[in-house]
């Protein structure tokens, strides 16, 4: 049985916050193509979509929730 992963990039949330200065933050948001950090409610969505009935044949994949900033 394989299973799928999601990989976000960096979240806005308190976490981000506590480990990264504002600059930091900032810049970040300010290098992704969407011009903003991944939402956590970004994150759940894709998270519910795999759990899901929607996702019926989805096995073995890494969903990566970056707004484009890693594109294969």
Known sequence: ???????????????ASALLDAGEVHQLGATNPMGRLVRPEEVASTVAFLASEDSG????HCL???GGVAMD
């Open 1 to 15: 049985m394989a299973a799928n992963l999601v990989s976000p990039a960096t979240v806005a949330d308190p976490t």
């Open 57 to 60: 044949f989805t096995t073995g």
């Open 64 to 66: 990566e929730v970056n």
